[in-house]
């Protein structure tokens, strides 16, 4: 079986793949720089023992992460506790499959990459895959499967964070839909805000990146917030929750055959 670990910004999430690639558990941790791979390691094997998954089960891993700081915690993890020597994405010689067609591959971020991946083999190119993390990128894929470059933009949260923060009389709020888009008070005008503004601009950008690519591209969303984001616009045709794990897999699948 396979251990995947994506490690974002915000939170870090552990997937156990079977030979056939089907999902055996997730599990999830807040991002820690400090978390050493001894506490990686009793947290996640006793979530896996409740799935009945085991560390001899474990015979291959593979990382994504956008924290370096991290990495070395999880390589350690992988060698430690499941005797096994990870896959590193943006290492020399593990093969994504597709081409990075930027003025500087290395700046592109770890999940952007799996993520073209996964839905390039899923729904093909041209292609924008929309996440809703840290920050809300859009990543553009051509109709050869290339990663062809993107957009990043604050994410959700780390809006409100910043609203909240900046402005002394504006509470923190929750991520809702509002029934209206006129707020007729500061919490519901500030939620209107975030979430119709937010609508806006995915529906304003995907519009502009497909009048500059010159294609009608299908449009792929993925992350915590995808699916609160995806009920509200029809710009959006599908949404993929697993999309960063399964191009894991893939990118795995691809370099040790």
């Known amino acids: 079986m396979l251990l995947a670990i994506d490690s974002g910004n915000t939170n870090t999430v552990f997937a156990v793949f079977d030979d056939d690639g089907t999902l055996m558990g997730e599990w999830?941790?807040?991002?820690?720089?400090?978390?050493?791979?001894?506490?990686?390691?009793?947290?996640?094997?006793r979530l896996m023992e409740l799935e009945n998954l085991h560390p001899g089960d474990i015979s291959d891993a593979i990382i994504a992460t956008v924290v370096p700081a991290t990495l070395h915690s999880l390589k350690s993890l992988c060698e430690k506790y499941y005797d096994t020597e990870p896959l590193v994405i943006g290492d020399d010689g593990v093969e994504l499959g597709v081409e990075i067609k930027i003025e500087n591959a290395h700046e592109v971020g770890a999940d952007r990459l799996v993520n073209a991946v996964a839905a390039n083999a899923k729904y093909g190119g041209p292609l924008i895959c929309v996440d809703f993390g840290t920050a809300t990128t859009f990543d553009i894929i051509d109709q050869d499967g290339n990663y062809a470059g993107g957009v990043i933009a604050p994410g959700i949260n780390l809006s409100l964070e910043a609203l909240h923060m900046a402005a002394a009389k504006l509470p923190r709020v929750a991520i809702e839909r509002p029934a209206k888009v006129i707020g007729t008070g500061t919490v519901s005008a500030m939620q209107s805000g975030i979430y119709w503004g937010y609508?806006?601009?995915?529906?304003?950008?995907?519009?502009?990146?497909?009048?500059?690519?010159?294609?009608?591209?299908?449009?792929?969303?993925?992350?915590?917030?995808?699916?609160?984001?995806?009920?509200?616009?029809?710009?959006?045709?599908?949404?993929?929750?697993?999309?960063t794990l399964r191009g894991l897999y893939l990118i795995h699948k691809r370099n040790k055959g």
């Open 28 to 45: 999830r941790a807040s991002t820690t720089a400090t978390r050493t791979s001894d506490e990686y390691g009793v947290w996640l094997l």
């Open 199 to 243: 609508v806006s601009m995915i529906e304003g950008m995907v519009a502009r990146i497909r009048e500059e690519f010159r294609a009608d591209m299908d449009v792929v969303a993925t992350g915590g917030l995808a699916q609160m984001f995806s009920e509200a616009t029809r710009i959006i045709n599908w949404t993929d929750k697993d999309l």
